[in-house]
């Protein structure tokens, strides 16, 4: 039995019972373990751009699993798939941008498949107004603790309609949106709170840096993170 983190597990559960899957990034390889000894997907494929993380996979398959399907591809990104080869995809623990670059590489391939599970460690705004804007729908939005911090963690699926209206939205909304505060996110308050300080921290930097001279650039950094803090303690104003 592996002992997934809330996290994973999180990630876990966006996974039905016979969908197949591909672990972009696996690491240690947990995931793909898991729902192979669940027996929720039948086949798995565990890739990674790093030989030794990859290496360490397999060792971890060999400890924990008999002749479940585990496959392994040691690659970049989507390059290591064929379009539409599993259902669910999931790229998780990297960062905001290299995933809109991923995804991007091949946007025909990255519509291909069933599901996307996204769990960036930043810059989620951007992502987010990404995937609305190329064709994604994001159909699940969970925040889990995760050590000291927390994770975001988007089921992601291809819309009907790729070239929908796209929301008007500020670079807060796009980064702290409505669903954060919905009944499926018990740490909303917890999470808004950590980013209210963390913002504000990063607003005293900006702020006694400047000495008495504004340029044109604090001015905008000023503005931006005032925008975010507001946008924060507007949520914070409507956590149940």
Not at 42 to 53: F, Q
Not at 63 to 82: N, T
Request: aromatic content about 6%; glycine content about 8%.
């Amino acid at each position: 039995m592996i002992g997934l983190s809330e996290r994973l597990l999180t990630i876990a559960n966006m996974i039905d019972n016979g969908e197949t899957l591909a672990d972009i990034g696996t690491d240690h390889g947990y995931l793909p373990i898991h729902l192979l000894l669940e027996e929720i997907s039948p086949s798995v494929i565990l890739a990674d751009i790093s030989k030794g993380s990859l290496t360490k996979a397999k060792e971890n398959c060999a400890e924990y699993l008999a002749d479940q399907k585990a496959y392994f591809r040691e690659g970049d990104g989507l390059e290591v798939l064929l379009p539409g080869e599993v259902d669910a995809v999931v790229l998780a623990g990297i960062g905001g941008l290299l995933t809109i670059d991923i995804l991007d590489w091949d946007l025909e391939k990255s519509h291909s498949f069933k599901k996307l599970i996204l769990q960036p460690r930043n810059n989620s705004g951007a992502l987010r107004r990404y995937l609305v804007s190329h064709g994604f729908s994001i159909m699940d939005y969970r925040i889990v603790p995760e050590g000291h911090r927390f994770s975001e963690i988007l089921k992601v699926v291809t819309t009907e309609d790729s070239h929908g209206t796209i929301p008007i939205l500020s670079e807060a909304e796009w980064e702290f949106p409505d669903e954060i505060v919905s009944d499926k996110n018990p740490y909303a308050k917890e999470y808004l709170e950590k980013c209210l300080e963390q913002e504000k921290a990063i607003l005293n930097k900006i702020t006694e840096g400047i000495g008495a001279e504004k340029s044109d650039s604090s001015e905008q950094g000023i503005a931006f993170r005032k925008e975010r803090i507001e946008r924060i303690e507007y949520l914070l104003s409507k956590v149940k």
